[in-house]
């Protein structure tokens, strides 16, 4: 659940609609909606992808005690 909330909020810090992140992904809304909501249930390679699309590295991604990632910092 960390993880899924984590991605919505760099999502929300980097301006982005869900449409926007799937898109910048090469997938559809509602299969980026899917992973924002069962993150923990991707693959590494899907993870990736959308770190990718975030503009983040997927270590910052995963890595939810990272002090430079809190839900008042902008990104």
């Known amino acids: ?3 899924a909330y984590r991605l919505r909020k760099i999502r929300e ?10 898109f910048n ?5 509602s299969a980026y909606g ?3 909501r069962n993150a923990h249930k991707s693959t590494f390679e899907t993870l990736y ?4 699309a975030l503009g983040v590295s997927i270590n910052f991604l995963v890595d939810i005690n990272n002090p ?3 839900d008042k910092n902008k990104l």
């Open 1 to 3: 659940m960390i993880l």
């Open 25 to 29: 992904c090469g997938m559809s809304a």
């Open 68 to 70: 430079q990632f809190n």
């Open 49 to 52: 992808k959308v770190s990718e």
């Open 34 to 36: 899917q992973i924002e």
């Open 13 to 22: 810090a980097k301006k982005l609609t869900q449409e926007d992140a799937a």
